[in-house]
Each structure stands twice: as C-alpha cells, then as structure tokens.
C-alpha cells in the first residue's frame, strides 16, 4: 500500500469530509466557507468518521491552508469532476458537506462476486470510466476503502475488506492512474451504513468508498490564482 506524504495527511483532514448530508450549496460555495476558516471540528470529523477515529489529531482543517478565495477555486474544479462521475453506472456520488471532496461509493456486489476480490468483468466498464476522469483531473489524491457486512467474523471480513480496496487500487493502476496519487484501507464490519440484520442492509455494508480530494498541487495553485 503507497503511503502519501505529510502534508497530504494534513490536506486530507483539512478536506472536511464530514458526511452528513450535501445539502443545496455546492462545493463552490462550500469551498469559500472552508477557506474562511472552519477549522477544527471538521479535521475531527473525518477521523471519526472515514478513518475509522485515527485522524482527529491531523490537523486543525483546510481554513488554516487555504484563503477563501482559493477555496471557492478548488470547490469549482470539485464541482466539475464530481459532474463527470455522476455519468457512471453503478457509482454513487456525493460532494461532501462543507468541504472540497467527493466521496464515491461502489456496492461490493457490483464490484465482486460474493467472498471474492477479484473485479468482476461487469464492473470494469464502470472503473475504466473512474480512471478516465481521474485522468482527467490529476491534481487529486485518492483513498479507497474496502467494507464488509457482519457475515462471518472479524479474522475473514477484515482481510477480505483490505483485498477488495487493493483490487480497485490495482486495476485503476493497470489504467493508467498513478500509484502514489492513492492509499487503501480495509475496515471489515466495523462502519456499516444499514442494518446488519436484513438483507438489504448487508448488502449496503458491502461496498468500497473512495474518496477524492485536493491535492497539494491543487492547493497551491488554487492559492497562487486567489493573489
């Protein structure tokens, strides 16, 4: 798994990925909120939410690297991809409250067969159409997170869940996208976002989150403009 450097640890807090909803403002607007400073509570979100607690103490948030005006920058440069990935089948898309990222979900079962990492062949026309738009858009990074529904215990759902995020890591490599530009990550069981106890909500646990955001070029130039 590819490490990112320092400073995008502290990009990623500050990227705000809480995700309680996307509301009617777009990253635009959202973005110049963040760069006039929301500050700590949003880089303790994150930690909590999609890095499973361990990143509340990153960084005090995107307000205390970027300007307002830059901030409105990279939410328009947002805004526009998240467009594109909202033309992909089988891709749920959602621009992430208050701050410049976008979180995209794929449901393990479009992804692979049951117990399995391996992408199957109706998936792949969906992933070439996500590489192409981070291809696109290369001033981003990207982490990918592999879940699990409850089925099953901790000693097979966490490796399983790390295989399948390396498996979308691997293939996006093999079109072309820049190692570097992502990190993965397996959680198991242990964030379901439905009931466990239906099978419709064990369905929804069974999926890969990937979450885009700024990268530190972006940021620089977005900062550079906003002079």
Same mark, same amino acid.
Not at 27 to 53: E, H, L, Q, R, Y
């Given at each position: 798994?590819?490490?990112?450097?320092?400073?995008?640890?502290?990009?990623?807090?500050?990227?705000?990925?809480?995700?309680?909803?996307?509301?009617?403002?777009?990253?635009?607007?959202?973005?110049?909120?963040?760069?006039?400073?929301?500050?700590?509570?949003?880089?303790?979100?994150?930690?909590?939410?999609?890095?499973?607690?361990?990143?509340?103490?990153?960084?005090?948030?995107?307000?205390?690297?970027?300007?307002?005006?830059?901030?409105?920058?990279?939410?328009?440069?947002?805004?526009?991809?998240?467009?594109?990935?909202?033309?992909?089948?089988?891709?749920?898309?959602?621009?992430?409250?208050?701050?410049?990222?976008?979180?995209?979900?794929?449901?393990?079962?479009?992804?692979?067969?049951?117990?399995?990492?391996?992408?199957?062949?109706?998936?792949?026309?969906?992933?070439?159409?996500?590489?192409?738009?981070?291809?696109?858009?290369?001033?981003?990074?990207?982490?990918?997170?592999?879940?699990?529904?409850?089925?099953?215990? =901790?000693?097979?759902? =966490?490796?399983?869940?790390?295989?399948?995020?390396?498996?979308?890591?691997?293939?996006?490599?093999?079109?072309?996208?820049?190692?570097?530009?992502?990190?993965?990550?397996?959680?198991?069981?242990?964030?379901?976002?439905?009931?466990?106890?239906?099978?419709?909500?064990?369905?929804?646990?069974?999926?890969?989150?990937?979450?885009?955001?700024?990268?530190?070029?972006?940021?620089? =130039?977005?900062?550079?403009?906003?002079?």
């Amino acid at each position: 798994m590819k490490q990112l450097s320092k400073l995008f640890a502290i990009t990623f807090i500050g990227g705000s990925l809480i995700l309680s909803g996307c509301g009617s403002m777009n990253n635009t607007a959202k973005g110049t909120g963040i760069g006039a400073g929301s500050g700590a509570a949003v880089g303790a979100g994150i930690g909590a939410i999609a890095g499973g607690g361990r990143g509340a103490a990153w960084g005090a948030g995107i307000g205390a690297v970027v300007g307002g005006a830059a901030g409105a920058l990279i939410g328009n440069k947002m805004d526009k991809q998240a467009a594109e990935l909202e033309q992909i089948e089988g891709a749920q898309v959602e621009k992430i409250n208050d701050g410049e990222a976008i979180k995209v979900t794929f449901e393990s079962g479009i992804l692979f067969a049951t117990n399995s990492s391996t992408v199957n062949q109706t998936s792949r026309t969906s992933l070439d159409k996500f590489a192409a738009s981070l291809q696109n858009n290369p001033d981003t990074d990207v982490k990918i997170y592999g879940h699990t529904d409850s089925t099953g215990s =901790d000693a097979i759902n =966490d490796p399983l869940s790390k295989r399948r995020a390396e498996s979308v890591y691997n293939y996006l490599v093999s079109k072309g996208i820049t190692g570097a530009r992502m990190v993965t990550e397996g959680y198991g069981s242990q964030q379901p976002v439905a009931d466990n106890n239906t099978v419709a909500g064990r369905a929804q646990n069974r999926r890969v989150e990937v979450y885009i955001l700024p990268n530190t070029k972006m940021i620089q =130039d977005a900062k550079q403009q906003a002079k």
